[in-house]
Structures are given as structure tokens and as C-alpha cells.
């Protein structure tokens, strides 16, 4: 079955700790994506990526980091550095040409201890 | 920046209703604007995409318009069920540019 998967569904952290979530797919999609949503509010942007070993920031990309070694995977690092890191995290894939629909993940809820 | 705004914010329908669901938008350069449905814990559902150049795209009781010189666009869902209870969002991309920007979304509840 073709889609995007992350894992761990949910996670727990200790304030000081850095944890990183895991998006794969496996949809020949160029252009990768993190979202961040909080109860309330819309989607925000935190990176993504259009190519492997290329990345840009979104608009809230501040305490996170992420990587694109390979071009179906997209891993995001939330670090200390992020001062409220708990919210629904989630990933998403595009295709670079063509209509660019996106397509997400079932998504991470992280929780702060 | 370009803002996007779903009015209202949550919505309570008897079965078999249709369903109106509105978005706004402040910048009218837009590439294309996409629905979708969330369901409580669970990512996005993509349910209709519709190009700039397009006027409305339509699937099964699903059917949405994009006025852009308005700044609108609008979410028709015919003749409701309560499998439709779910929260929907809207959200529009810019031209050269891959990011979304998102409407809070409208809770809708479809009473049996």
C-alpha cells in the first residue's frame, strides 16, 4: 500500500530531552513536509524539504531540526531548545510538479512530562 | 502574508441537510486551494483540490467553488450523515511557493 507513515503515534518527553519523529513514504514524492498543529488553530509550517539534502525552514521552525537524507524519509527533531514542545505533529508529501496535492501521515501527538 | 479564515468555527446539522462550509482568504494570487477532513487524533484526508484556473471540482456529494477575485471558497456537502461528523479544513497555496497556509477548520456534527 502506497502512503506516508510516522511513528511513534504517541510520545512522551522529559522537559531537557530531544526526541525525533519518524516520517516515511514510500509515494515517489519529491517535496516533503512538518506541520504543527495546536487545539484551536490551523496547521503551521515548521520545514520542508523540496529535494534530498535540501531543506527550508517554514514559519515556526525555531527549537526543531530536521534532515533528508533519503528522499522517503523526512525526520524531524524536537530539541530542548523548543520551549512548548507538546501539540499533534504532522508530516506530509507532495509531488514537485503537476497539481502538488498533499497527502499526510496519521500524525505524532507529543507530550511534554 | 496570506491568511485564511473558516467561518464558523463549529456547526450542528440534522441528518440529511446539506452542508455549507466557507473559506476565506486574503491574497487572491493563489496556485491552488485544497479541503480537507480531519477526523478527532487522525491526520488530513485530502477531499478536493482545485486549481486557480478551475471555478468548482466535484466529487460524489462533495462539491466545492473557488471564487478567487473574492477571496472565497465554499464546501457543499449534500444531503448529510453521520459519518460526515468530522472537522474540515481548507488551506491555499501560493504561486512559487510548496508551503500551505491553513484555516482553523469548522467542526461539523451531523445529528442521527
Known amino acids: 500500500d502506497g502512503g506516508i507513515t510516522q511513528s511513534p503515534k504517541y510520545l512522551f518527553r522529559k522537559e531537557g530531552q530531544n526526541v525525533t519523529l519518524s516520517c516515511e513514504q514510500n509515494l515517489n514524492h519529491d517535496a516533503m513536509y512538518w506541520y504543527r498543529q495546536d487545539p484551536g488553530q490551523g496547521l503551521r509550517l515548521i520545514y520542508y524539504s523540496q529535494i534530498v539534502n535540501d531543506f527550508q525552514k517554514g514559519d515556526i521552525a525555531e527549537g526543531y531540526s530536521v534532515s533528508r537524507e533519503k528522499k522517503e524519509s523526512f525526520p524531524l527533531t524536537v530539541t530542548s531548545a523548543q520551549k512548548n514542545p507538546t501539540a499533534f505533529y504532522l508530516c506530509?508529501?507532495?509531488?514537485?510538479?503537476?497539481?502538488?496535492?498533499?497527502?499526510f501521515g496519521p500524525g505524532t501527538r507529543l507530550t511534554v512530562l | 502574508k496570506q491568511e485564511v479564515t473558516q467561518i464558523p468555527a463549529a456547526l450542528s446539522v440534522p441528518e440529511g441537510e446539506n452542508l455549507v462550509l466557507n473559506c476565506s482568504f486574503t491574497d487572491s494570487a493563489i496556485y491552488n486551494l485544497q479541503w480537507f477532513r480531519q477526523d478527532p487524533g487522525k491526520g488530513l484526508t485530502s477531499l478536493l483540490l482545485?486549481?486557480?484556473?478551475?471555478r468548482e471540482q466535484t466529487s460524489g456529494r462533495l462539491n466545492a467553488s473557488l471564487d478567487k477575485s473574492s477571496g472565497r471558497s465554499t464546501l457543499y456537502i449534500a444531503a448529510s450523515q453521520p459519518g460526515d461528523s468530522a472537522t474540515y479544513l481548507c488551506?491555499?497555496?501560493?504561486?512559487?511557493?510548496?508551503?500551505?497556509?491553513f484555516g482553523a477548520g469548522t467542526t461539523v456534527t451531523v445529528r442521527a
Open positions: 506530509a508529501s507532495s509531488p514537485r510538479s503537476g497539481q502538488n496535492e498533499q497527502f
Open positions: 488551506a491555499v497555496r501560493s504561486p512559487n511557493d510548496y508551503k500551505l497556509s
Open positions: 482545485i486549481q486557480s484556473s478551475q
